[in-house]
């Protein structure tokens, strides 16, 4: 409980981007090259990972750390832009699980931040106050200081309430029903948490209650729950019970 209060009390507006990631130069701020090698670098090792050839058509940096509202929660929000025209939807879903695993296995830092990847298609809206570009080192959509933004932190805990009771539901189901079952509510439920941060960010931007609802529960552990959950009960659809005979 005293961890949730002081996750919604991190939900401010800075005076400057993060210095330890940024630096100002002719009135505005890029990447430090430290942290910009060090992105790139990361891209490569998950590009290994993956053993796949991908036409990236940009690597980007966004979320709270590209903008004024970070904090010591923040991730390094890594997106790999790739065009996934004519590409089937097993493409996405193999890149989706290989990021999750490449995630789960590397605890990669920047500057104490984690590092997140995500790979993102080039035709998918994505609605962000701040992106920039690592591969050409340049802002996107710079990001603009809010003034006199006032935050509810009430209201977060509560909407968050909302989506922990369903995640914290689906763990239960997880362990009676039937696994199949639970994957395809654990799906819709991603679905829905995705929708309802998106909605929110269109209408409101990185203020919206949508968007920091989510981003609480990232920080919280909850997002990293549901996904351990929906883990675990793949590795139980695919594992045969059985014992070793003796000759």
Do not use: C
């Amino acid at each position: 409980m005293e961890n949730d209060k002081k996750i919604v009390k991190s939900f401010k507006v800075n005076d400057s981007l993060s210095s330890a990631i940024w630096e100002e130069e002719d009135g505005t701020f890029k990447l430090t090259p430290e942290v910009r090698d060090a992105l790139l670098k990361i891209v490569d090792d998950y590009l290994d990972f993956i053993d796949m050839d991908l036409d990236i058509e940009d690597i980007t940096l966004t979320g709270s750390l590209s903008n004024f509202n970070w904090s010591e929660f923040s991730d390094v929000d890594l997106h790999i832009i790739v065009d996934f025209t004519d590409k089937p939807i097993l493409f996405k879903k193999y890149l989706d699980s290989r990021r999750m695993i490449w995630n789960s296995l590397r605890e990669v830092t920047v500057k104490d931040f984690d590092v997140e990847i995500y790979v993102q298609d080039g035709n998918e809206p994505h609605f962000a106050s701040g992106v920039y570009s690592v591969l050409y080192n340049n802002w996107l959509v710079e990001p603009k200081k809010e003034e006199d933004i006032s935050i509810d932190t009430q209201k977060i805990l509560d909407k968050a309430k909302h989506w922990m009771d369903k995640i914290d539901n689906i763990e239960i189901l997880g362990k009676k029903e039937e696994p199949e079952v639970v994957l395809e509510m654990i799906d819709r439920l991603k679905n829905k948490i995705k929708k309802y941060r998106s909605s929110g960010l269109k209408e409101g931007g990185e203020y919206a209650y949508e968007n920091l609802t989510f981003k609480f529960l990232r920080r919280n552990g909850y997002l990293k729950k549901i996904n351990d959950v929906k883990n675990e009960l793949i590795d139980k659809t695919l594992t045969v019970e059985g014992k070793v005979s003796e000759s």
